[in-house]
């Protein structure tokens, strides 16, 4: 059985950091590339960042570019995402996402960890 | 990158037609046929319905279905039935290699 089980959230004043981190079961890990996607509260989901199979190639979405680092261990089935600088508008359900293998699209979703930018 | 344009809410009444549209860019949906399409019903984490524009995965119901013209998307559902009352999210692949997401439409069973 597919599994992704993020982990990290919380509670964190602006300006400071997190590092969220999903553990993967049930599937190939190191065969996929991987995706962070946010959903701030009531709002829509926003697509944060993907890491290929090996962890050479990134990409981010300009809101989070420069203050987030996406990251992978295949030898623990794990994907992290590093978030500095975070302001309130990074207040959200932090989900990790598998696509469809080769395909551009997210077909495995965690159940999301909230984390809370607030003074 | 702007989110993908969808209408905010649409209704039906069960065994009708709703069709969501999605309309993005030229550098988004009118560059790709990689357009998806969510469903996410409250507290949970969404599904995939649709990929690839039409195509749907295992186990979901033939009553969903997708198309796209130029820089616009959309996804029918037929037979509206009670468990369709949902949140619908479309994204798209981007010129950027980054995915852009839609508005969200809140579908409501009449």
Redesign the interface.
């Known amino acids: 059985e597919v599994q992704l089980v993020e982990s990290g959230g919380g509670l964190v004043q602006p300006g400071g950091s997190l590092r969220l981190s999903c553990a993967a079961s049930g599937f190939t890990f190191n065969s996929y590339w991987m995706h962070w996607v946010r959903q701030a509260p009531g709002k829509g989901l926003v697509w944060v960042s993907r890491m290929n199979t090996d962890g050479s190639s990134t990409s981010y979405a300009d809101s989070v570019k420069g203050r987030f680092t996406i990251s992978r261990d295949n030898a623990k089935s794990t994907l992290y995402l590093q978030m500095n600088s975070l302001g309130v508008e990074d207040t959200a359900v932090y989900y990790c996402v598998r696509p469809l293998h080769g395909r551009y699209t997210f077909d495995f979703w965690g159940q999301g960890t909230t984390v809370t930018v607030s003074s | 990158?702007s989110?993908l344009t969808q209408p905010a809410s649409m209704s039906g009444s069960p065994g009708r037609s709703i069709t969501i549209s999605c309309t993005g860019t030229s550098s988004d949906i009118g560059s790709?046929d990689?357009v998806?399409w969510?469903q996410?019903h409250p507290g949970k984490?969404?599904?995939?319905m649709i990929?690839?524009v039409s195509d749907r995965?295992s186990g979901v119901s033939n009553r969903f279905s997708g198309s796209k013209s130029g820089n616009t998307a959309s996804l029918t559902i037929s037979g509206l039935q009670a468990e369709d009352e949902a949140d619908y999210?479309c994204?798209s692949?981007t010129t950027s290699?980054?995915?852009?997401?839609?508005?969200?439409t809140t579908v409501t069973v009449l």
């Open positions: 990158q989110p790709y990689y998806s969510y996410q984490a969404p599904k995939l990929y690839d995965p999210y994204t692949y290699s980054t995915y852009v997401f839609g508005t969200g």
